[in-house]
């Protein structure tokens, strides 16, 4: 299980950063829409088992699998390319602009959002027999979740935003360390291990993760939570997004950067 060092995986996290940069709209969205998809019901599922075993933390130690089935066929989500592909652009890679990068994070969220919406509906169909009968414990776990993360949070006004905006900071904190540990092995159990760990900690935790509220919170609608669209984008998307951005740049991605790839002199030992 050969270790790659941080002068090598983080060049290569620029790397992958610029190749996403210049990926056909086809090719993006396609992944994004995977990507979106497959977490959905990476969430559905743990979610399912936390309801049925009482525990949360079995279904959070089973979520990861979602993330790690993914990312082994290189989809992509949002929280991952807020992290690498602004790197292509402060390494000047050519051609990577601030129009491409914003370029990506449009057709990755959209990509995203299209697949989380699809599992969203396909799920809350099979639970309910096509919406002709009652969705259960799973439906109403879901809805309670769904309302108190977005009508919860306005109970407590801007103290409640910035919950939200630091749990997507911690949230991507954590996700990003997996995306990376991707990188630091070249085998495929390593890989596995490395993004096991910090994704399982993201969601015992409750932090807020743009994609898999994506899903979440449509099929909370959809099961019955009763909160609005405006709700959900004001009071839970969009400071996650914010967090989710600030946290996988700040935390991750700009430290191995500027350690290991754009690295300072070092210190002249005093004579």
Known sequence: MAYIEPSEFVTKMVDSGEQKVFMSTKDTFIRAYMAGAILGLAAVFAITVAVKTGSLLVGSVLFPVGFIMLYLMKFDLLTGVFTLVPLALLDKRPGVTGKSVMRNWGLVFLGNFAGALTTAFMVSFILTYGYATDGGAIAAKVSTIGESRTLGYQEHGLGGWITIFIRGMLCNWMVSMGVVGA?????????????????????????????????????????????????????????????????????????????????????????
């Open 183 to 271: 990188m630091i092995s070249t085998s495929a159990g390593a890989k596995m291990a490395a993004m096991w760990m910090p994704v399982m900690l993201f969601f015992f935790m409750g932090f807020e993760h743009s994609i898999v509220n994506m899903f979440l919170f449509p099929f909370s609608m959809i099961m019955g939570g009763e909160f609005t669209v405006y709700d959900y984008l004001l009071w839970n998307e969009l400071p996650t997004v914010l967090g989710n951005l600030a946290g996988g740049l700040l935390f991750v991605g700009l430290p191995l950067y500027y350690t290991h790839v754009r690295t300072s002199p070092a210190r002249e030992i005093a004579k």
